[in-house]
């Protein structure tokens, strides 16, 4: 059973950094893919960022370019998601993903495996 566990939420002022962790267990293999998603009540849930195993390939949302870092850390099957430059719309509650199929992306369906979320709350 594939357990994702997040954590590092948290309230920030905007300009503020924050940093999201996620460990993955329960697999024989590591994730091939791990990513960021966000949701805020009565929104579909978002893709933020998402890297390939390796760090061979990374994905990014428009508006997070620039100031979010996505990172991996295969040995530990963990993911980190470095945010800078923080906005109050980035206020949301942040999910982490992962995949062990060799398929990679910002689409919800991408993913099969999912954590229990972790807020983030940016006051301006």
């Known amino acids: 059973q594939v357990r994702l566990v997040e954590s590092g939420g948290g309230a920030v002022q905007a300009g503020g950094s924050l940093r999201l962790s996620c460990v993955a267990s329960g697999h024989t293999y590591s994730p091939t893919c791990m990513g960021w998603f966000r949701q805020v009540p009565g929104k579909e849930r978002e893709g933020v960022a998402a890297i390939y195993s390796g760090g061979t390939g990374t994905y990014y949302v428009g508006d997070v370019r620039g100031r979010f870092t996505i990172s991996l850390n295969n040995a530990k099957n963990t993911t980190y998601l470095q945010m800078n430059n923080v906005r109050p719309e980035d206020t949301a509650q942040y999910y982490c993903?992962?995949?062990?199929?060799?398929?990679?992306?910002?689409?919800?369906?991408?993913?099969?495996?999912w954590g229990q979320g972790t807020q983030v709350s940016v006051s301006s």
């Open positions: 993903a992962a995949e062990y199929t060799p398929r990679c992306g910002l689409g919800v369906s991408v993913f099969s495996h």
